[in-house]
T-cell receptor, first 111, second 113 residues
Framework: GQNIDQPTEMTATEGAIVQINCTYQ??????LFWYQQHAGEAPTFLSY????GLEEKGRFSSFLSRSKGYSYLLLKELQMKDSASYLC????????????FGTGTKLQVIP | DTAVSQTPKYLVTQMGNDKSIKCEQN?????MYWYKQDSKKFLKIMFS???????INETVPNRFSPKSPDKAHLNLHINSLELGDSAVYFC????????????FGPGTRLTVL
């Protein structure tokens, strides 16, 4: 099974940089996802890491260390619209490759 | 040109009733999912179908029965609704092959009174 930990809430200032951490314990690993979910809306895909290292996509970057069971999502040049929950999700390596979501980190961006 | 659609968006019903939620995706994906997101925002997998075949069935009460008439549709029927079933139910789909990220429908907010 999977166990995924993220901070429950974070607050950051507009224009700043924020790092959201995710740690996981898994019986098998085949990729880590980050999703963004605005209040009252569906989750939307942000990033995917399966190998160690940093993946950059515009203002968002995601890092993975498989040996440490650790990932982070880095958001640069924060905007008010980045206020949302950020969900870390891990896919296992079993035949059906189930994806398990963490409880999410609610980020509030303040002026 | 909605990718993943669900109906209804809101569902308010009495305990003991039976209700269905429908989901359709026009992305050509082979795999579809049902998730439940409770009041604490925890998103939990319930079922997954690959090309109309059930491949993931988490510990979900038998009152929940998914049906996939074809690979573009995945419906969820719930019998004898209980207060604890109140949640937002999301349908999602994904393609085969990495990264196979999931595309989510808008959600159905179910309230059981």
């Amino acid at each position: 099974g999977q166990n995924i930990d993220q901070p429950t809430e974070m607050t950051a200032t507009e224009g700043a940089i924020v790092q959201i951490n995710c740690t996981y314990q898994t019986s098998g690993f085949n990729g880590l996802f980050w999703y963004q979910q605005h209040a009252g809306e569906a989750p939307t895909f942000l990033s995917y890491n399966v190998l160690d290292g940093l993946e950059e996509k515009g203002r968002f970057s995601s890092f993975l260390s498989r040996s440490k069971g650790y990932s982070y999502l880095l958001l640069k040049e924060l905007q008010m619209k980045d206020s949302a929950s950020y969900l870390c999700a891990v896919r296992d390596s079993g035949g059906y490759q189930k994806v398990t979501f963490g409880t999410g980190t609610k980020l509030q961006v303040i002026p | 040109d909605t990718a993943v659609s669900q109906t209804p968006k809101y569902l308010v019903t009495q305990m003991g009733n039976d209700k269905s939620i429908k989901c359709e995706q026009n992305l050509g994906h082979d795999t579809m999912y049902w998730y439940k997101q409770d009041s604490k925002k925890f998103l939990k997998i319930m079922f997954s179908y690959n090309n109309k075949e059930l491949i993931i069935n988490e510990t979900v009460p038998n009152r929940f029965s998914p049906k996939s008439p074809d690979k573009a549709h995945l419906n969820l029927h719930i019998n004898s609704l209980e207060l604890g079933d109140s949640a937002v139910y999301f349908c999602a789909s994904s393609q085969v092959g990495p990264p196979n990220e999931q595309f989510f429908g808008p959600g159905t907010r179910l309230t059981v009174l």
